[in-house]
T-cell receptor, first 116, second 116 residues
């Protein structure tokens, strides 16, 4: 069975600075998808970024980028130029390539505080 | 339209009440999910419907009864709940055809349920 681990329950960053959230996972599959979701106090889960395991290039979305290390089974999220609106709980999630459910496996989450 | 709509947003119910949560999406997704989320925790998968058929039931008590009337709608019927069932209930949907670049799950805003 696959597992996802986020070892940082809480992180804080100064506004305009850079922060990196860590995620590791365990799987025996070679093809899969990884995601970072953001959940602000408004509670809706919003996709931040996705990475296909077969792609070697790290995904980027504006100020958000990932460091995907497939061999190490590591998938960290870097937030550059942090903004107050980035304050939220961040979840790393895994989805298998195979199977017919699209089920997501979540890490425990990291609460990010952004200080003005 | 990339929205998953959940109603109601808030619900307070007694332990003898019967109520239903509703979820709707018009993205043509063929998988729909119910998650339960406690504060500061990741979402816990309850049910998965694939092609309108129940494909995963994560040993959820029978006081929770899911229903998928068609490919766009998902309901969760609640009966004789306990105070510990108070939580945020999230609905999500996703495509099942992989490799299309849109493999993430889309989440609704959730229903905040309080059982008194």
């Amino acid at each position: 069975a696959q597992t996802v681990t986020q070892s940082q329950p809480e992180m804080s960053v100064q506004e305009a600075e850079t922060v990196t959230l860590s995620c590791t996972y365990d799987t025996s599959e070679s093809d899969y998808y990884l995601f970072w979701y953001k959940q602000p106090p408004s509670r809706q889960m919003i996709l931040v970024i996705r990475q296909e395991a077969y792609k070697q290039q790290n995904a980027t979305e504006n100020r958000f980028s990932v460091n995907f290390q497939k061999a190490a089974k590591s998938f960290s999220l870097k937030i550059s130029d942090s903004q107050l609106g980035d304050a939220a709980m961040y979840f790393c999630a895994y989805r298998s390539w195979s199977g017919n459910t699209g089920k997501l496996i979540f890490g425990q989450g990291t609460t990010l505080q952004v200080k003005p | 339209d990339t929205e998953v709509t959940q109603t109601p947003k808030h619900l307070v119910m007694g332990m003898t009440n019967k109520k239903s949560l509703k979820c709707e999406q018009h993205m043509g997704h063929r998988a729909m999910y119910w998650y339960k989320q406690k504060a500061k925790k990741p979402p816990e998968l309850m049910f998965v419907y694939s092609y309108e058929k129940l494909s995963i039931n994560e040993s959820v008590p029978s006081r929770f009864s899911p229903e998928c009337p068609n490919s766009s709608l998902l309901n969760l019927h609640l009966h004789a709940l306990q105070p510990e069932d108070s939580a945020l209930y999230l609905c999500a949907s996703s495509q099942l055809t992989l490799g299309t670049g849109n493999t993430e799950a889309f989440f609704g805003q959730g229903t905040r349920l309080t059982v008194v």
